[in-house]
């Protein structure tokens, strides 16, 4: 039976660091603040924007919300990031994808500055993070990275699959696999024999956005299963890409949904924050 990867220990833990760096930080005068963007009704990207501000508050992080109409244009959503790159109180800017339709979000993301960029959407640092000389790790695979060192799976040498090559998700986890010396296959919606790679993972981390997607018989007895995907089921329930109660009689390790990546994400937002206000105050 697999050991559950407990996402919610692990963020606490790194939570109680982050709160300390705050205090520490604010001690010497310099304040930690993040903005956070969301335009438009959608319900998800609520929930979303709500966690985040409540981690904020719960790690003395200062936040600030604005909540746009979904009629909001590009060029005023411009204008706004460009009033929040010159705030000095304004560590990190985050702007809740997807935007609406109408909106350029290639122009958006574009705009917000390199340094206060904690999503790491940015083409600059997505090039920095190519190059393995980053500042900010995107959210949700240094999530993973984390919860992997946390319980000591070392992928150094180790076949590791991702499933998804999202650019938020799956590409830069591929990346950070293989700082990290993993031998890594990306797969996705037109990889062959999906399931005869997936066998040979020593590592499975799953970003497809598909109910039960992953099931026993693709996984290799021992091995450590990751799932970041994020789910509703037919009932409305959460959940994630793996099928658990299968999946979990052969994996080595496995994170449940809720409660294995979703909680790193935003705590991993919350340690971008900080690296920005110390970035922007030469610390
Ligand atoms: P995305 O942009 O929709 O990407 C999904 C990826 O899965 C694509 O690369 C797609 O391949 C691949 N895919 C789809 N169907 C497939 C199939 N049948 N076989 C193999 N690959 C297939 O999604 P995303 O933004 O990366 O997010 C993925 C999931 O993670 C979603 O459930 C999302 O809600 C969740 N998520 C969770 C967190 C968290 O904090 N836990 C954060 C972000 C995202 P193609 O490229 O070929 O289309």
Same mark, same amino acid.
């Given at each position: 039976m697999a050991a559950i990867i407990d996402g919610k220990a692990v963020s606490a833990a790194t939570r109680a660091n982050i709160a300390g760096e705050v205090s520490a930080l604010k001690e010497r005068g310099v304040s930690v603040g993040l903005a956070v963007i969301i335009v438009g009704d959608d319900p998800a990207s609520r929930v979303y924007v709500n966690n985040k501000k409540k981690a904020c508050a719960e790690l003395g992080i200062y936040s600030e919300e604005y909540a746009l109409p979904e009629q909001t244009t590009t060029e005023e959503?411009?204008?706004?990031?460009?009033?929040?790159?010159?705030? @000095? /109180?304004?560590?990190?800017?985050? =702007?809740?994808?997807p935007l609406?339709?109408?909106?350029? +979000?290639?122009?958006? $993301?574009?705009?917000?500055?390199?340094?206060?960029?904690?999503?790491?959407?940015?083409?600059?640092?997505?090039?920095?993070?190519?190059? @393995? /000389?980053?500042?900010?790790?995107? =959210?949700?695979?240094?999530?993973?990275?984390?919860?992997? +060192?946390?319980?000591? $799976?070392?992928?150094?040498?180790?076949?590791?699959?991702?499933?998804?090559?999202?650019?938020?998700?799956?590409?830069?986890?591929?990346?950070?696999?293989?700082?990290?010396?993993?031998?890594?296959?990306?797969?996705?919606?037109?990889?062959?024999?999906?399931?005869? $790679?997936?066998?040979?993972a020593d590592v499975i981390v799953a970003a497809v956005?598909?109910?039960?997607?992953?099931?026993a018989d693709m996984v290799k007895e021992g091995a450590a299963v990751i799932d970041v995907g994020m789910n509703r089921d037919g009932n409305g329930k959460l959940c994630g890409d793996v099928d658990f109660d299968g999946v979990?009689?052969?994996?080595?390790?496995?994170?449940?949904?809720?409660?294995?990546v979703g909680p790193m994400t935003i705590t991993m937002l919350m340690e971008n924050t900080v690296t920005a206000a110390k970035l922007q105050n030469g610390i």
């Amino acid at each position: 039976m697999a050991a559950i990867i407990d996402g919610k220990a692990v963020s606490a833990a790194t939570r109680a660091n982050i709160a300390g760096e705050v205090s520490a930080l604010k001690e010497r005068g310099v304040s930690v603040g993040l903005a956070v963007i969301i335009v438009g009704d959608d319900p998800a990207s609520r929930v979303y924007v709500n966690n985040k501000k409540k981690a904020c508050a719960e790690l003395g992080i200062y936040s600030e919300e604005y909540a746009l109409p979904e009629q909001t244009t590009t060029e005023e959503l411009l204008q706004l990031v460009g009033q929040l790159n010159a705030r @000095g /109180d304004i560590s990190g800017i985050l =702007c809740q994808l997807p935007l609406p339709r109408h909106i350029d +979000e290639t122009a958006v $993301i574009n705009a917000i500055s390199a340094q206060k960029d904690v999503d790491a959407f940015h083409p600059q640092n997505v090039g920095h993070i190519m190059i @393995g /000389d980053y500042h900010f790790l995107p =959210c949700t695979p240094a999530g993973v990275m984390r919860l992997l +060192e946390y319980y000591n $799976i070392d992928v150094c040498g180790k076949r590791c699959v991702v499933i998804g090559r999202s650019n938020i998700v799956g590409k830069p986890m591929a990346m950070l696999l293989l700082h990290s010396n993993a031998t890594v296959t990306v797969c996705h919606s037109k990889t062959r024999d999906l399931a005869a $790679i997936c066998r040979e993972a020593d590592v499975i981390v799953a970003a497809v956005g598909r109910a039960g997607f992953v099931t026993a018989d693709m996984v290799k007895e021992g091995a450590a299963v990751i799932d970041v995907g994020m789910n509703r089921d037919g009932n409305g329930k959460l959940c994630g890409d793996v099928d658990f109660d299968g999946v979990s009689a052969v994996a080595g390790y496995i994170t449940p949904v809720p409660g294995g990546v979703g909680p790193m994400t935003i705590t991993m937002l919350m340690e971008n924050t900080v690296t920005a206000a110390k970035l922007q105050n030469g610390i």
